[in-house]
């Protein structure tokens, strides 16, 4: 699952990725709400609430989402593939085997 956090921030005002310069205070602060909530489901509700904002005012609507392919070689060891690219690259406990 993607982290809200990696993605949504683009939609905040002060963000660099805000490629159109948009500012929405509603947006703001409900990016700030769902980063701070210890509550899955209110996360949830807060983050929907984002997303519906920006879709109704087309702030920027992603045309293209990627799938994830990994393929790896059957000598690499200890490799546990992260749940996106964006997360867990240290690869300090991988090594290659013999085989």
Do not use: C
């Not at 949504?8 to 990725?17: F, K, V, W």
């Not at 490629?19 to 929907?48: A, H, Y």
């Not at 005012?57 to 393929?71: E, K, Q």
């Amino acid at each position: 699952m993607d982290h809200p956090d990696l993605f949504l921030d683009r939609y905040t005002t002060d963000d660099s990725s805000n490629w159109g310069r948009f500012s929405d205070p509603r947006i703001d602060d409900l990016f700030v709400r769902q980063t701070r909530t210890l509550d899955p489901s209110e996360r949830k509700r807060l983050v929907n609430e984002i997303e519906k904002i920006v879709l109704e005012n087309a702030y920027y609507i992603p045309g293209l989402w990627w799938a994830r392919t990994i393929v790896r070689w059957a000598k690499v060891k200890n490799y546990v593939a992260p749940p996106h690219h964006f997360s867990n690259q240290k690869l300090q406990d991988v090594w290659l085997g013999e085989d």
